[in-house]
């Protein structure tokens, strides 16, 4: 064989070899971040366990929507692994602990809002603020369309306006400027992970309030008809009681996400999981 066509041939095998390591580098990296990936979902779903199953109040008094400690993990699941793994650890995790602790059949539903939580989070973190939106605008909807909302006091339900204010100021700003909802940025991340985590805890409520109010489970459930003034003053005693300690715990799981959000964000940047991709 002359020199030249061996010199070619050499080439060709080179190539060859270097494009079967590349595939072989390229397929063990994507088997490695799929399979850190399924862990991680595995123990975010194990963190929601966990909290769900500490039922004493984070503050001295009792009320709201949430009675275990779920809501200091959910806006970060969803916020890490993305709208639909986040809604699945959250699910797992609320479904898990409901069964560990009973709290009764109608938990089981109640508690579908921490999934929704992180699922709302999850998007409004990836900038897929329409889902958010329409999400918001529907249950807001179904809440005022019914009857016995307008019997409720208005300001009970301040902390869902300010969340829903705060979307709203959220969408106009990124449709002005697209480059401020920038996660990549430090300065910017801190605001972005606490407008999250406060927009899908408050989405997570209004789910809550839409299955009590709306899909009137105040009277198929709990046996109070709004009719009757004693039973409506105990629904406005609910609503009272959860306009003071929902916002808190809120507030609280906002300020702790802030906290350890950032380092966890970089720290799965720096080995290549898929957590923060659009």
């Known amino acids: 064989m002359p020199p030249n066509d061996l010199s070619t041939a050499q080439r060709c095998s080179d190539e060859v070899t270097a494009n079967i390591k590349e595939t072989n580098v390229f397929s063990f990296a994507?088997?490695?971040?799929?399979?850190?990936?399924?862990?991680?979902?595995?123990?975010?779903?194990?963190?929601?366990?966990?909290?769900?199953?500490?039922?004493?109040?984070?503050?001295?008094?009792?009320?709201?929507?949430?009675?275990?400690?779920?809501?200091?993990?959910?806006?970060?699941?969803?916020?890490?692994?993305?709208?639909?793994?986040?809604?699945?650890?959250?699910?797992?995790?609320?479904?898990?602990?409901?069964?560990?602790?009973?709290?009764?059949?109608?938990?089981?539903?109640?508690?579908?809002?921490?999934?929704?939580?992180?699922?709302?989070?999850?998007?409004?973190?990836?900038?897929?603020?329409?889902?958010?939106?329409?999400?918001?605008?529907?249950?807001?909807?179904?809440?005022?369309?019914?009857?016995?909302?307008?019997?409720?006091?208005?300001?009970?339900?301040?902390?869902?306006?300010?969340a829903f204010i705060f979307l709203l100021t959220i969408i106009i700003a990124m449709r002005k400027c697209k480059n401020i909802w920038n996660s990549e940025a430090k300065t910017k991340l801190l605001h972005i992970l606490a407008l999250c985590t406060f927009v899908g805890l408050e989405a997570d409520v209004l789910f809550r309030i839409f299955i009590l109010i709306p899909c009137q489970t105040y009277q198929s459930i709990y046996g109070l008809d709004a009719a009757r003034m004693v039973d409506l003053l105990t629904l406005q005693s609910f609503w009272v009681a959860g306009a003071v300690e929902t916002p808190i715990k809120a507030a609280l799981s906002t300020i702790i996400t802030t906290i350890i959000g950032p380092p966890i964000i970089m720290a799965a940047k720096k080995v290549g999981l898929p957590l923060v991709k659009s």
């Open 30 to 162: 994507e088997k490695f971040k799929k399979s850190s990936f399924v862990s991680l979902v595995s123990v975010f779903a194990a963190f929601n366990v966990i909290c769900d199953l500490l039922l004493s109040s984070p503050i001295p008094f009792s009320g709201g929507v949430w009675f275990s400690w779920v809501f200091m993990i959910t806006p970060l699941s969803g916020v890490l692994l993305g709208p639909l793994a986040g809604f699945l650890a959250s699910f797992i995790g609320v479904m898990v602990g409901h069964s560990i602790v009973f709290r009764g059949s109608e938990e089981f539903l109640f508690t579908l809002g921490a999934p929704i939580g992180a699922m709302v989070a999850g998007f409004l973190f990836r900038a897929r603020w329409r889902e958010v939106l329409v999400y918001y605008l529907v249950l807001l909807g179904a809440y005022f369309a019914a009857p016995v909302a307008w019997q409720l006091p208005w300001w009970g339900m301040w902390d869902v306006f300010l």
